[in-house]
């Protein structure tokens, strides 16, 4: 048994252009037209995220702003409810929290880091430490990835954090995180 949703556009919203919102089928007479959402560019993305839908672009240009200088091509995180109603070429990185994909913090920004880039998250960890480290620690939890905070440390910073698996030692992530630029650092 297989089970699919769609987007229904409701009467009187503004639609997406067409070459983001897909139809599922061809539409006769005047019935509701189920979509999928085809998001191929950061501008797609933003478009689709203005309208409401729980998922946003991951730039290098956004983690660069926090204090980490990197190149990587665009990512797009979506909230996991809508992830099989998504067609993209970006990359995506699934988000348990549709608010976080939806209303994405810096916090947020960090834990769509940590899934690729371990010693990157751990960096604008290091380098934002005015952030919520409760929200930071509950945002790890909820999207499972306490292993992977656990091997660079996370549970340094963030006291709220309990421990799973390997982890770093102390003296590697030091000469690791000195290996990384900081000149935008805050």
Not at 36 to 45: G, I, N
Not at 127 to 138: C, Q, V
Not at 148 to 159: C, G, H, K, S
């Amino acid at each position: 048994m297989k089970v699919e949703s769609a987007f229904i556009r409701e009467s009187g919203e503004y639609p997406l252009p067409a070459r983001i919102a897909i139809p599922l089928s061809k539409p006769t007479g005047r019935p509701r037209v189920e979509y999928r959402l085809r998001v191929e560019s950061e501008d797609d993305a933003r478009l689709v995220q203005r309208r409401g839908q729980p998922l946003f672009a991951l730039t290098a240009k956004e983690v660069t702003k926090l204090g980490y200088p990197i190149r990587f091509p665009a990512r797009l995180v979506v909230a996991r409810s809508i992830l099989p109603l998504v067609e993209s070429s970006l990359g995506t990185i699934p988000f348990v929290s549709e608010e976080a994909a939806r209303s994405p913090r810096p916090e947020d920004v960090a834990i769509a880091v940590l899934g690729f880039d371990m010693i990157g998250a751990r960096v604008l960890v290091d380098r934002n430490p005015d952030w919520d480290s409760m929200y930071l620690s509950r945002r790890v939890w909820e999207e499972n990835l306490v292993s992977r905070a656990t091997f660079v440390r996370f549970f340094d910073v963030l006291p709220f954090l309990p421990e799973e698996g390997e982890a770093i030692s102390r003296s590697a992530l030091e000469r690791k995180i000195r290996k990384n630029p900081s000149e935008t650092a805050r």
